[in-house]
């Protein structure tokens, strides 16, 4: 047993480690999940010699790692970019899931001479979207916002149902009539529960007066880690109830709220650290080598077979333009998702469940090398790509508690419509006021002549009554310049698909 100091070194050097693979994959278009994959497996049995081979004890640090990562997706995807794609998004992580089940199944029966229920296993493991993988790429893939929208909640959304299949097809219990009414249930007992704990928990923090900033962060991740073990304990899907109570609180009116995002971000990075280095770490290279032709053949299927069908047949109702449809099929990436779910398939004791993990393990690095460098040029070349755009405005609140008032922080980001405007044409309502502006790293206090400028940093102080419409009144001269109205509203996004 390693001491305890050489344990937290390792830890460390891991880490810090993977912190700069993140500057790395971008250099190289890659995802960084490669690189994490390849630092377990340099650490692991047949490198530097550590002996792990738990599948159990990997299935369930990967479940808890895919909690995390589900949690700062939620957090940190915006309801004005997912809203308009909501039919689309859901069509796909659930009607999507049932066609790649079924075309890969029997593809895999025919090709592979797999029995009907193994089959419908793999087409299972394979037909979920990498969370990770897909928020990690999209950062640095501007396409269009239904687009965007589609994929992300496509991939916070499907594991959950594509969990409920791989048990099922693995436990190896008779399939009845009842079945599909008990997936139906799990799927939205498991919303219900997360919507309730996420509208619940963003009263409570709004309303909380917790001494250290902090703590806010931590308790919005408690109550969508909460989330999950309540949906589960309901026999619902826990999954889903964690991806949308950290939808509902990442749009909701939080206290700091960008102190919440950004901690989202690096719980998540750290989580997706962790659970590629563990899977990499569990992965035996010598049976790779075996699994690299049903790994080619699998793959084929999936990327120009499944995958195109299920978004045609999931796209359908919306009359989606193909060259987006397109676009959908070839983001579709996977990455630890598919991982963890052969790990469930192997623990739950179906069977040939070992080399399915070998296959999946090698598709992931296979899939990953042909679809993630490729997306950029990919969404060029059909046209959904859309020119880059002014950093959005970014405002965060903290509480006043005892005066009964919030403290707004606004920065006023590159190609925003505040710059040129006055002060006294910013027409905040009764209760708000600029009361100090940052610029040049030099505060001063403002006048009704002071005149916005990029990159200022405004501190707004506001009554709690005034608070809504001050943001509101900042965020509509922001997308609209001084002449917006007085009460804001929402700028209608333009370029949609």
């Given at each position: 047993?390693?001491?305890?100091?050489?344990?937290?070194?390792?830890?460390?050097?891991?880490?810090?480690?993977?912190?700069?693979?993140?500057?790395?994959?971008?250099?190289?278009?890659l995802p960084s999940l490669l690189i994490y994959l390849a630092i377990g497996i340099l650490l692991g049995e047949s490198v530097?010699?550590?002996?792990?081979?738990?599948?159990?004890?990997?299935?369930?640090?990967?479940?808890?790692?895919?909690?995390?990562?589900?949690?700062?997706?939620?957090?940190?995807?915006?309801?004005?970019?997912?809203?308009?794609?909501?039919?689309?998004?859901?069509?796909?992580?659930?009607?999507?899931?049932?066609?790649?089940?079924?075309?890969?199944?029997?593809?895999?029966?025919?090709?592979?001479?797999?029995?009907?229920?193994?089959?419908?296993?793999?087409?299972?493991?394979?037909?979920?979207?990498?969370?990770?993988?897909?928020?990690?790429?999209?950062?640095?893939?501007?396409?269009?916002?239904?687009?965007?929208?589609?994929?992300?909640?496509?991939?916070?959304?499907?594991?959950?149902?594509?969990?409920?299949?791989?048990?099922?097809?693995?436990?190896?219990?008779?399939?009845?009539?009842?079945?599909?009414?008990?997936?139906?249930?799990?799927?939205?007992?498991?919303?219900?529960?997360?919507?309730?704990?996420?509208?619940?928990?963003?009263?409570?923090?709004?309303?909380?007066?917790?001494?250290?900033?902090?703590?806010?962060?931590?308790?919005?991740?408690?109550?969508?880690?909460?989330?999950?073990?309540?949906?589960?304990?309901?026999?619902?899907?826990?999954?889903l109830a964690t991806y949308v109570a950290a939808l509902v609180l990442g749009n909701a009116d939080l206290p700091h709220r960008?102190?919440?995002?950004?901690?989202?971000?690096?719980?998540?990075?750290?989580?997706?650290?962790?659970?590629?280095?563990?899977?990499?770490?569990?992965?035996?290279?010598?049976?790779?080598?075996?699994?690299?032709?049903?790994?080619?053949?699998?793959g084929l299927v999936l990327l120009l077979v499944a995958r195109p069908l299920s978004v045609v047949a999931s796209a359908l109702?919306?009359?989606?333009?193909?060259?987006?449809?397109?676009?959908?099929?070839?983001?579709?990436?996977?990455?630890?998702?598919?991982?963890?779910?052969?790990?469930?398939?192997?623990?739950?004791?179906?069977?040939?469940?070992?080399?399915?993990?070998?296959?999946?393990?090698?598709?992931?690095?296979?899939?990953?090398?042909?679809?993630?460098?490729?997306?950029?040029?990919?969404?060029?070349?059909?046209?959904?790509?859309?020119?880059?755009?002014?950093?959005?405005?970014?405002?965060?609140?903290?509480?006043?508690?005892?005066?009964?008032?919030?403290?707004?922080?606004?920065?006023?980001?590159?190609?925003?419509?505040?710059?040129?405007?006055?002060?006294?044409?910013?027409?905040?309502?009764?209760?708000?006021?600029?009361?100090?502006?940052?610029?040049?790293?030099?505060?001063?206090?403002?006048?009704?002549?002071?005149?916005?400028?990029?990159?200022?940093?405004?501190?707004?102080?506001?009554?709690?009554?005034?608070?809504?419409?001050?943001?509101?009144?900042?965020?509509?001269?922001?997308?609209?310049?001084?002449?917006?109205?007085?009460?804001?509203?929402?700028?209608?996004?333009?370029?949609?698909?």
């Open positions: 047993m390693a001491s305890l100091e050489v344990v937290l070194g390792v830890v460390a050097a891991v880490v810090l480690l993977g912190v700069l693979a993140v500057r790395a994959s971008v250099r190289l278009g530097l010699g550590i002996q792990f081979s738990n599948a159990p004890l990997t299935e369930s640090l990967g479940l808890g790692a895919l909690v995390l990562i589900l949690t700062e997706g939620g957090l940190t995807t915006r309801w004005e970019t997912v809203r308009p794609a909501l039919g689309l998004g859901i069509v796909l992580s659930t009607v999507a899931v049932v066609v790649s089940i079924a075309v890969v199944g029997v593809a895999l029966h025919l090709l592979l001479d797999l029995g009907w229920r193994e089959a419908f296993l793999w087409g299972a493991v394979l037909s979920s979207t990498d969370a990770a993988a897909v928020f990690s790429v999209l950062r640095g893939v501007r396409v269009r916002p239904r687009l965007a929208g589609a994929l992300e909640l496509e991939s916070g959304m499907n594991d959950a149902p594509v969990v409920i299949a791989v048990i099922l097809l693995a436990s190896g219990e008779s399939l009845t009539w009842v079945t599909p009414l008990l997936v139906v249930y799990e799927l939205i007992a498991g919303a219900v529960i997360g919507a309730l704990l996420g509208f619940g928990g963003a009263w409570a923090l709004r309303r909380a007066a917790l001494p250290a900033t902090g703590l806010y962060p931590l308790a919005a991740i408690a109550v969508c880690v909460l989330a999950y073990s309540a949906g589960q304990l309901a026999h619902a899907s826990g999954l960008g102190g919440v995002r950004s901690f989202a971000e690096g719980l998540g990075s750290l989580a997706q650290i962790g659970l590629f280095v563990l899977l990499g770490l569990y992965a035996s290279p010598p049976r790779l080598l075996h699994a690299v032709v049903p790994a080619v053949i699998v109702p919306f009359r989606v333009p193909w060259r987006e449809q397109a676009f959908l099929s070839w983001a579709g990436l996977r990455g630890a998702v598919p991982i963890v779910l052969a790990l469930i398939a192997l623990v739950e004791g179906a069977p040939s469940a070992q080399a399915l993990v070998d296959v999946v393990f090698m598709l992931v690095v296979v899939l990953t090398v042909v679809q993630g460098p490729t997306l950029p040029w990919m969404a060029q070349r059909l046209g959904v790509a859309r020119p880059a755009e002014p950093r959005e405005l970014s405002v965060d609140a903290a509480p006043l508690d005892e005066l009964n008032a919030d403290l707004l922080q606004v920065r006023v980001p590159v190609g925003s419509q505040l710059r040129g405007v006055y002060l006294s044409e910013l027409r905040l309502p009764h209760g708000a006021t600029v009361s100090l502006v940052v610029r040049d790293e030099e505060a001063f206090t403002p006048t009704s002549e002071t005149r916005l400028r990029e990159r200022d940093q405004l501190l707004v102080v506001t009554t709690a009554q005034a608070r809504r419409a001050a943001e509101a009144r900042i965020r509509a001269v922001d997308q609209r310049g001084r002449l917006a109205r007085w009460h804001g509203g929402r700028e209608r996004e333009r370029g949609r698909g």
